[in-house]
């Protein structure tokens, strides 16, 4: 059988659609990325907040309105897990939902293969330059926003044995660069008791796949940044000096409403970093206009930003999500203000990173080529896409390499350019 799939989310629903291609492939069923080639639709529904809700509802409509008479449609993912009843009403045609985790279930729904085709078995796309790792699922934290401990249950680790046999698998296929993911990267392995089991991890990675130059985390928690989880990054020669810690605000009082670890906390990881690693790339995410958030708190979120000067800054404006205490909360700010919050805050945080930017110009770097083809620069002569290792995929800026590189290379290069978010960089080898 002929699969269609597509992920909608984060970066965890892409390694969770790898998952679920590994077990379709494994039954030895084939991908298409044409929908109407397919005997199979298949969504990974995002259900995080309303609006990927919404896109999630959109895009299986879209599938169901186009499919022809045979052509299955299943839906998969986080919002079949928590509101299967909200899809099944809006799209009665659907042919099957299963939450999440569900590939095995899928793969047997799906039924035998055809042995006409001839299937490689994969973890990741042949020639794709980077690959998720997903190193746990679930989360125990009690932030009062969210939804994902209901969506996906209590955090729980995947063996290290698992992990670095993916790992390897990746590294056969060229992949330059593991990035790991989790909803709480740091939790690693509590769910078995172990301390520091995350760093324990990068440690055994580190050493299974030396050939992959960049092992970058993502999603690390405040407080869970331990002075042993930070010397281990520093030590190990292809764990990357960045971080991904998601903080969510600036203000005491906000962190307390959303039970988070409060400034103190979160400054002690970010010491414990800096100390490690002085020229560390620090990401971290915040959200604007949470219930309740005043003029004040507000104000004291952009000055915790000026202090610490992240390099990148991801935002979202709060949107309710049903189910979570913030959601049965009053005093919701209105949009308009929200809105507002949000342009100050990107604004001062552009500002920032393009500062940061602006520091490289004249230094070497290395460019890890991510386009498949290169494009005409505006001046004239190709140029390729891809990334420094300030920069994470998806969620961070580019570097645009003057030259013809194949995806997947390395090429050192000097920085000539620095936009806000994106470097211009001309290779320094013919
Ligand atoms: S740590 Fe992240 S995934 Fe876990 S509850 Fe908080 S926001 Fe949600």
């Not at 698998?169 to 060229?174: D, F, K, T, V």
């Not at 940044?225 to 930070?230: E, G, I, R, S």
Request: glycine share 8%; with cysteine.
């Amino acid at each position: 059988m002929r699969y269609h799939l597509v992920t909608l989310g984060c970066a965890k629903n892409t390694v969770d659609s790898m998952r679920l291609e590994q077990a379709l492939r494994s039954a030895r069923h084939a991908p298409t990325a044409a929908p109407d080639q397919a005997d199979l639709l298949l969504v990974n529904t995002c259900g995080f907040i309303d609006a990927a809700k919404a896109e999630s509802l959109d895009t299986i409509r879209a599938l169901d309105a186009s499919r022809r008479p045979g052509q299955q449609l299943f839906v998969v993912g986080c919002m079949t897990q928590i509101a299967e009843r909200e899809v099944r009403d809006a799209i009665p045609t659907v042919d099957a939902t299963f939450g999440v985790e569900a590939w095995d279930a899928v793969a047997a729904r799906v039924g035998p293969a055809d042995p006409a085709y001839d299937i490689p078995l994969a973890g990741a796309a042949p020639g794709a330059p980077s690959a998720y790792l997903k190193i746990s699922d679930g989360c125990d934290r009690p932030c009062t926003f969210c939804i994902i401990p209901t969506i996906k249950g209590r955090m729980h680790s995947d063996a290290a044995a698992r992990l670095v046999a993916e790992a390897r698998a990746h590294a056969a296929l060229g992949v330059r660069e593991l990035v790991l993911v989790a909803q709480d990267s740091t939790a690693y392995g509590e769910d078995r008791g172990e301390r520091d089991g995350l760093a324990a991890l990068l440690e055994q990675l580190s050493a299974a796949v030396p050939v992959v130059p960049w092992i970058r985390l993502m999603y690390a928690y405040p407080g869970r940044v331990t002075t042993q989880l930070a010397e281990t990054m520093a030590r190990l020669p292809n764990v990357l000096p960045y971080l991904d810690m998601p903080l969510q605000h600036g203000s005491d009082a906000v962190l307390q409403r959303m039970r988070r670890p409060g400034l103190r906390v979160a400054r002690r990881s970010l010491e414990a970093v800096r100390a490690a690693m002085p020229d560390v790339v620090l990401r971290t995410t915040f959200i604007v206009g949470f219930p309740g958030e005043t003029e004040a708190e507000f104000e004291q979120l952009l000055d915790f930003v000026e202090e610490q000067r992240f390099d990148h800054v991801g935002a979202f404006t709060y949107s309710p999500q049903a189910g979570t205490p913030a959601a049965a909360a009053a005093q919701d700010v209105p949009q308009a203000v929200k809105e507002r919050r949000y342009g100050a805050l990107m604004e001062l945080a552009q500002g920032i990173s393009h500062e940061c930017n602006r520091a490289l110009v004249g230094r070497e770097v290395e460019v890890l080529v991510e386009s498949q083809a290169p494009s005409q620069a505006a001046s004239g002569g190709p140029v390729v896409v891809g990334r420094t290792f300030r920069d994470a995929p998806e969620v961070d800026g580019l570097a645009f390499l003057k030259g013809t590189y194949p995806a997947g290379a390395l090429v050192r290069a000097r920085v000539d350019g620095a936009l806000p978010y994106d470097l211009l960089c001309t290779p320094l080898e013919a």
